[in-house]
C-alpha cells in the first residue's frame, strides 16, 4: 500500500527535499487537517492523519482519489469554484463548505486553499478545520434571531397598534418567521374563545395556508375577525388541552387540523403545542406544518422559548379585546341611556353633585323648568325652590343621603317665577365603598293632575248633593203615595209606585256605592281602626237584616269560634258583613238558611268571617270576575236582586285596606261561602265560643 | 217632652214640601217651614218650635252656622235642633253631635218614618239628658 503520507514529493528525483518541503512535511505532521490535490483533477496527492481523522476516511480509500469518487462535498459546484480559483493563482480563504464523513454524517468546515508547487508542479493545498459545530451555532442564533426579531417587531408593532384591537399584522409576522425558521409551510396561531357555543379556536394568525383561489377568498373574509374552529376532536383540540402534538403522516398520531386550512387534508409533518398565558392558563396554540423529513427535537428546543413569549402576546391582544368589548357596550349602554334621557320629555332627570349642584340636565328639566342646560350647570337645587321653602333643598339632599332616597310633592318655581307642583324623588348615588358621588333628581310637573284631583272631588262633591237631592223627593213623594198619605190606591197604581219607589232607592244605593268606591280609589276612604268583638258585631249586623231575611223566607243563624278582637273599622266591616248577609239572603231560595261564622284563619294574626247560603253555587271560572266592577254573574237574575253590581268591589276594596283577604268557596248546585279576613288586635277578647241558633 | 211643632228649614222646595207632608200627614205635626238660614233664624226666635230640622248644605247661611247662631240667641239656645244631610258617615254624625246636635237624620229620608225618627232621636237625647 503506497504510504500517501511519507512517501516523497517528488518521487522522480531521488533528491534531499528542500527548505519548503521539510516545513510543508512539518505542517503535514501538525494537527491541522491536510490535504493536496493537483489541480486539474483534483486528485488527492497527499492527506495527512488529521485529515483522514476529520472525514473518517482511511489512506487506502482517499489516496489518489478524486472528492467526487468519495462524495466527499455536500456542494461540488463551490468545490469546483475554489479549485478554478487556485488554478489561476487565486488563494481562497476561510470558506465553509459542507462535506459528508465516510459514515454519511453531513458537517461543516472551514476551508482555505492555497497554490503550491510540488516537484515542479503546481498543486493546491486545502487547509480544513471542522467549523460544524459552530456552523449548526450560528444557523440556530440566525433562526432564534429571526424569531427573536419578529417577536420584537410584534411587540412593538402591536403597542402602536393597540388602539386597534383587531389588528392581526404583529402575530402575523411572529407566525411568518417560525414557519421559516422551521423550514414549514404552513402555520397558525389561534386564541381559545368560550363562546355561547362552547370553548372554539379563532385564528389569530394563519401563514402559508391559501393554496386555491377559493381559500385565499376564505381568509380574506375572515381575516379581519378570524376563522372559528368548533370541532375540537383534533390535533389543534388535543394541544388546547395541554398536550404537545410531533407526528409524520403514517406514524399513528392524529395530524387533523379539523378543515384548517380551508381545503386541505391532513399535513404530512405537524408540531403544535399550547400557548400560555402569564399565568400559565392555556391562551392558544401554535401549529407549524409540512416540514419536509420531520420537526426534530433540537429544532424545536431551539426554538421553544419563543412560545411562551407567543402566548404572552395573544393573552394581551385577548386581554385588549376583551376590554375593548367591555368598554365598547358600556359606551353604547351610556350612548344608549344618554338618549333616553335626553328624549325624555315629561320627567326632568337632574344629576347633582354632593353639594347639591346641577352636573346634567336633561330636555325634560328645560321643558319643565323653561332653564336650558348651560344656563344652570353649577347652580344649586335649592334655587328651583321658592323663597320661603328654599332651605328645604338641604333637608332633601340630607334626608336623601341619610335614607338613600327622599320623595316629596312640593311647590317649585319656573323660570319668570311661575309656581308648579312637583312630585319629586331624590336619590343618593354612593359609589362602591359607600363615599356620596351624588344625587339624581327625578322631578314629575303635577299641576295638571292636582287641579285634576281637586275638580273631581269638587265634582264627587256635586254629584253626592246634586242627585241625591231631587232622589230624596222622588223617594219621599212616592214614599208618602205608597204609605197611602195621598188616599187610597188601586191595585195596579199602587204596584206601579212601588215599582217607581224600589227604583228610586237602588239609585240611591248605585250613587252610594260609586262614591264609596271612588273614595277608596282615590285613596280617600279613611278608615278608623279599633278593636271589635266579632260576636257584638256579627249579632248586631245579623238582627239588622233579620227582617230582610224574613222577607226571603230565609233563616239566619251565626256562630263565633274565634272571639279575638279585629283590628278594624267596625263601619266598614258591618258595611262588608252586610253586602255578604244580603247577597247569601238574596240568592238563597225560600226556606234555606244562610250561616256567619267566625273561625281561626290558616294565616296567624287572621281570623276568618264567612257567610255561606244553600244557593246555586258559582261555576268556578266565574269566581275571579265576581270581585270586578259591575259583575253580576246573571245580569237578569241579579238585577231582579237589586244589586248595583258594585257590592263585591267595594267590600274588596275595604277588606284589602284593611291588610285582609277576601275570596267565595263554591260547590255548584249546594251554595257557596264567601269569606273575608281580618287582622286581629293584639288585645283579646274573650276566647269563649257564642253560638246562636237560626230563630226560634 | 212631647213634640208637637217642627221648624223645617231646607233651600229645596220640593224637600220642603215632601217634609212638610210627611210631618204634618204621616207625623201629626205642627210644621214651620223656612227656605233659608236667615229665614230660620227669624222663625225660629217667633215660632220658638219644639225641634229645628236643619238642612247642611245651603246658600249664604249654611247648616252649622245657622245653628251656631241659634246656639248664640238666648232665646233659641235650647231648642234641640237635628241636622238632615246627605253627609251621613259615622264620623259625620259624631262631628254634628259634637257641635251640639240632637241628631242626623241622613238624606234620603224616609217619608212614612220621618216624624218617628224625630220623636226617637229627642226621646234619646232626653234619655241621655236624665
Not at chain 2, 239656645?77 to 254624625?93: D, L, N, R
Amino acid at each position: 500500500m503506497m504510504d500517501l503520507l511519507r512517501r516523497p514529493f517528488d518521487e522522480r528525483a531521488d533528491r534531499p527535499e528542500s527548505a519548503s518541503e521539510q516545513m510543508l512535511r512539518l505542517l503535514l505532521d501538525g494537527p491541522l487537517a491536510i490535504a493536496i490535490s493537483d489541480v486539474t483533477e483534483g486528485r488527492w496527492q497527499r492527506v495527512n492523519h488529521a485529515f483522514l481523522a476529520l472525514t473518517g476516511f482511511d489512506e487506502a480509500h482517499a489516496g489518489g482519489a478524486t472528492p467526487a469518487e468519495m462524495n466527499l462535498w455536500l456542494d461540488g459546484a463551490a468545490a469546483a469554484r475554489l479549485m478554478r480559483s487556485v488554478r489561476r493563482g487565486t488563494p481562497q480563504r476561510d470558506r465553509y463548505l459542507g462535506f459528508r464523513t465516510r459514515d454519511g454524517v453531513e458537517c461543516v468546515a472551514q476551508v482555505s486553499v492555497e497554490p503550491v508547487e510540488l516537484g515542479g508542479r503546481p498543486m493546491a493545498m486545502w487547509l480544513l478545520a471542522d467549523a460544524t459545530a459552530r456552523s449548526l451555532a450560528e444557523r440556530a442564533l440566525h433562526r432564534q434571531n429571526e424569531v427573536l426579531s419578529a417577536l420584537t417587531l410584534a411587540q412593538s408593532q402591536w403597542i402602536g397598534h393597540a388602539e386597534q384591537p383587531q389588528h392581526r399584522a404583529p402575530l402575523d409576522a411572529v407566525l411568518d418567521a417560525l414557519v421559516r425558521a422551521t423550514d414549514s409551510r404552513f402555520g397558525v396561531i389561534a386564541r381559545l374563545d368560550a363562546g355561547e357555543e362552547g370553548l372554539c379556536l379563532v385564528s389569530c394568525a394563519l401563514t402559508g395556508c391559501a393554496r386555491t383561489d377559493d381559500d385565499r377568498a376564505v381568509l380574506a373574509r375572515h381575516r379581519r375577525h378570524g376563522l372559528e374552529l368548533h370541532d375540537l376532536d383534533n390535533a389543534l383540540g388535543r394541544a388546547v388541552g395541554g398536550a404537545r402534538i410531533l407526528g409524520v403522516r403514517g406514524d399513528g398520531t392524529d395530524l387533523s387540523l379539523g378543515g384548517w386550512p380551508p381545503g386541505a387534508g391532513e399535513p404530512a409533518t405537524l408540531f403544535a403545542t399550547p400557548l400560555c398565558g402569564p399565568g400559565g392558563a392555556v391562551v392558544g396554540v401554535l401549529a407549524l406544518a409540512d416540514r419536509a423529513g420531520a420537526y426534530p427535537t433540537w429544532l424545536l428546543e431551539e426554538i421553544g422559548p419563543f412560545f411562551t413569549a407567543c402566548g404572552t402576546l395573544l393573552h394581551a391582544q385577548e386581554e385588549l379585546r376583551r376590554r375593548r368589548t367591555a368598554e365598547q357596550a358600556l359606551r353604547e349602554s351610556e350612548e344608549r341611556f344618554r338618549l333616553l334621557v335626553d328624549g325624555v320629555e315629561d320627567y326632568a332627570l337632574i344629576m347633582l353633585d354632593p353639594y347639591g349642584r346641577v352636573t346634567s340636565w336633561n330636555r325634560g328639566a328645560e321643558s319643565i323648568t323653561g332653564y336650558g342646560a348651560e344656563e344652570v350647570t353649577g347652580m344649586h337645587i335649592s334655587g328651583f325652590y321658592p323663597p320661603e321653602s328654599a332651605a328645604e333643598a338641604q333637608r332633601e339632599l340630607d334626608r336623601a343621603q341619610v335614607e338613600g332616597r327622599c320623595e316629596v310633592e312640593a311647590e317649585r318655581v319656573r323660570r319668570g317665577g311661575a309656581r308648579y307642583w312637583a312630585s319629586v324623588t331624590l336619590t343618593a348615588l354612593c359609589d362602591a365603598n359607600g363615599v356620596l358621588r351624588g344625587f339624581a333628581q327625578l322631578t314629575r310637573d303635577v299641576t295638571g293632575k292636582r287641579q285634576l284631583d281637586r275638580m273631581k272631588d269638587e265634582f264627587v262633591s256635586i254629584v253626592s248633593h246634586e242627585l241625591r237631592t231631587p232622589l230624596t223627593a222622588i223617594r219621599g213623594a212616592l214614599g208618602l203615595l205608597s204609605g197611602g198619605v195621598g188616599g187610597d190606591l188601586d191595585p195596579m197604581t199602587a204596584e206601579l209606585v212601588d215599582l217607581a219607589r224600589d227604583n228610586s232607592e237602588r239609585l240611591v244605593r248605585l250613587i252610594n256605592d260609586i262614591l264609596d268606591l271612588q273614595k277608596i280609589e282615590a285613596g280617600k276612604m279613611s278608615l278608623r281602626p279599633q278593636p271589635i268583638a266579632p260576636a257584638a258585631l256579627v249579632k248586631s249586623t245579623v238582627e239588622q237584616l233579620r227582617a230582610l231575611a224574613a222577607e226571603n223566607q230565609v233563616e239566619l243563624a251565626w256562630s263565633v269560634e274565634d272571639g279575638a278582637a279585629w283590628h278594624a273599622d267596625p263601619d266598614r266591616v258591618t258595611q262588608v258583613l252586610t253586602n255578604l248577609i244580603s247577597n247569601a239572603v238574596a240568592f238563597s231560595p225560600p226556606g234555606a238558611s244562610v250561616t256567619v261564622r267566625v273561625s281561626p284563619a290558616q294565616a296567624a294574626g287572621r281570623s276568618r268571617l264567612s257567610v255561606t247560603d244553600r244557593g246555586p253555587g258559582i261555576p268556578e271560572e266565574l269566581r275571579r270576575l265576581l270581585f270586578g266592577k259591575f259583575q253580576q254573574l246573571d245580569g237578569s237574575d241579579a238585577r231582579k236582586k237589586g244589586g248595583t253590581g258594585l257590592g263585591l268591589a267595594i267590600c274588596k276594596a275595604i277588606v284589602e285596606l284593611h291588610g285582609g283577604a277576601i275570596g267565595v268557596d263554591s260547590d255548584v248546585g249546594h251554595g257557596s261561602t264567601f269569606w273575608f279576613e281580618l287582622p286581629l288586635s293584639s288585645a283579646l277578647c274573650s276566647g269563649r265560643a257564642d253560638r246562636h241558633p237560626a230563630d226560634p | 217632652m212631647p213634640v208637637k211643632k217642627v221648624l223645617l228649614v231646607d233651600d229645596e222646595p220640593d224637600i220642603r214640601r215632601i217634609a212638610h207632608i210627611s210631618l204634618q200627614r204621616v207625623g201629626k205635626l205642627a210644621v214651620v217651614v223656612a227656605a233659608s238660614g236667615a229665614q230660620a233664624l227669624e222663625l225660629c226666635a217667633r215660632e220658638l218650635p219644639d225641634v229645628v230640622l236643619l238642612d247642611v248644605m245651603m246658600p249664604e247661611l249654611d247648616g252649622p252656622s245657622t245653628f251656631q247662631r241659634l246656639r248664640a240667641d238666648p232665646a233659641t239656645a235650647s231648642i234641640p235642633v237635628i241636622f238632615m244631610t246627605a253627609k251621613a258617615q259615622k264620623h259625620e254624625v259624631e262631628a254634628f253631635r259634637a257641635l251640639g246636635a240632637a241628631g242626623v237624620i241622613p238624606k234620603p229620608f224616609d217619608p212614612l218614618t220621618l216624624a218617628a225618627d224625630v220623636r226617637r232621636i229627642l226621646s234619646a237625647g232626653d234619655a241621655a239628658a236624665a
